[in-house]
Every structure is written in structure tokens, then in C-alpha cells.
């Protein structure tokens, strides 16, 4: 089964403050992507990488910045945290190369509160 | 533009009864694939079913299945015989040529949260 793990359940951080979120696939997925989910507005994509070093900003990527320096891994920067970003954040994971459809699959979430 | 609508934020079924989950989309691309995923309670999304624009018949996986029309653009879950333990948010999601491509980028709507009650 494919695994996709997140450093972090939940997370308060304070205002300003530099944020990591890290998140780990085993699959050897090309893709992995970042989304943010709030009530209300669904999942909304953030970044995604479809290879190592490459990325490509999402629909709402102001604010957020991404690293991805090994295909398993790849990382959600939040610059400067404010209370806005307080949020549920998604990791995903895909492949070209599997199911004719290929599916997402994701990690189990990092709740961030930002004070 | 690409987008996803799922009118119901919330809806009750009893056990055991079937549910049906709503889902609308606009895209003008002809060839899109269409996906369901559910949310439980501890946050992991899990993929349930996908329906191909091309596809010939409705997809089915268990107790799950898709009413796929169309010409209407809706691609609504069929959910049979709930189960207390489907209770959870239940998300529809999109992904266009134009849209996806080979990195299979995903529009999501707002999600329905399906209560079954026992």
C-alpha cells in the first residue's frame, strides 16, 4: 500500500515564525502536491512538484514557498506564519505511471494553528 | 474555467438505506476524469471511485457507484446500504487535460458531510 506521512498531526506555531511541513512518500511518486483545506472552500492547491527540484505554484501560493531536494520527500515552507495560514494542510502523492486514472493519495493531515 | 459545485454541506441517511451524493462540474475540455474521495473524522482522504469522461458505463466499487450524466455534467455517488461507518465528508474532484495533464493536478469542490444515523 502506498504511504504518505506528515512530520506533524497538529501544530501551534506563533506569529512570524518560520514553519516547516514535511511530508514522505514510499511509493517512488513523480508527483506530490500541497493543499490547504478550510470549511467551506474544499481543498485548494498550494504548490505541487513533478520531479525532483522542479515545482509549480498552485492556486493559492502566496505566502507558502516549497523544497523538494529527494523524490520522497517534499516540503510546505511557511516564510513568516501569520493567522490566516492557521489551516488543515494536505500532502499528495501520485504517479503517471500507475492506474490509468492515478489517483491521489494522501497523507492524514497536519492541523496548524497559528496564535 | 474548471469547476467543481456539491450543493449539499451536510445530509442524515439511516442505516442501511442508499444515499446519493450530488455533484456538478463544468469543463471544457472532452476528455476529464472525475474522482470521489471520502474524508472520516482523522483527516486521511481516501480515494473511493473514479469515472473516465470516456468511460461507457458507470463506474461501480463495491458499495459504491457513480451516476454519470453528461450531458448534465453531474457525476453523482451512490452510496448502498450505508453504514455508521460511512459517516464522513465525502469530496467530488476533477482533473482536465488542460487542467492536469501529466502531473494530474485535482480541482476539488466543497465537500458534503454525510451523517448516518443508526
Known amino acids: 500500500d502506498v504511504k504518505v506521512t506528515q512530520s506533524s498531526r497538529y501544530l501551534v506555531k506563533r506569529t512570524g515564525e518560520k514553519v516547516f511541513l514535511e511530508c514522505v512518500q514510499d511509493m517512488d511518486h513523480e508527483n506530490m502536491f500541497w493543499y490547504r483545506q478550510d470549511p467551506g472552500l474544499g481543498l485548494r492547491l498550494i504548490y505541487f512538484s513533478y520531479d525532483v527540484k522542479m515545482k509549480e505554484k498552485g492556486d493559492i501560493p502566496e505566502g507558502y514557498s516549497v523544497s523538494r531536494e529527494k523524490k520522497e520527500r517534499f516540503s510546505l515552507i511557511l516564510e513568516s506564519a501569520s493567522t490566516n495560514q492557521t489551516s488543515m494542510y494536505l500532502c499528495?502523492?501520485?504517479?503517471?505511471?500507475?492506474?490509468?486514472?492515478?489517483?491521489?493519495?494522501f497523507g492524514p493531515g497536519t492541523r496548524l494553528t497559528v496564535l | 474555467a474548471q469547476k467543481i459545485t456539491q450543493t449539499q454541506p451536510g445530509m442524515f441517511v439511516q442505516e442501511k438505506e442508499a444515499v446519493t451524493l450530488d455533484c456538478t462540474y463544468d469543463t471544457s475540455d472532452p476528455s476529464y476524469g472525475l474522482f470521489w474521495y471520502k474524508q472520516p473524522s482523522s483527516g486521511e482522504m481516501i480515494f473511493l471511485i473514479y469515472?473516465?469522461?470516456?468511460?461507457?458505463q458507470n463506474a461501480t466499487e463495491g458499495r459504491y457507484s457513480l451516476n454519470f450524466q453528461k450531458a448534465r455534467k453531474s457525476a453523482n455517488l451512490v452510496i448502498s446500504a450505508s453504514q455508521l461507518g460511512d459517516s464522513a465528508m465525502y469530496f467530488c474532484?476533477?482533473?482536465?487535460?488542460?487542467?492536469?495533464?501529466?502531473?494530474?493536478?485535482?480541482?476539488f469542490g466543497t465537500g458534503t458531510l454525510l451523517a448516518v444515523q443508526p
Open positions: 474532484a476533477m482533473r482536465g487535460r488542460n487542467y492536469g495533464g501529466a502531473t494530474n493536478k485535482l480541482i
Open positions: 499528495a502523492s501520485s504517479s503517471p505511471s500507475g492506474r490509468g486514472y492515478n489517483e491521489q493519495f
Open positions: 469515472q473516465g469522461s470516456y468511460d461507457q
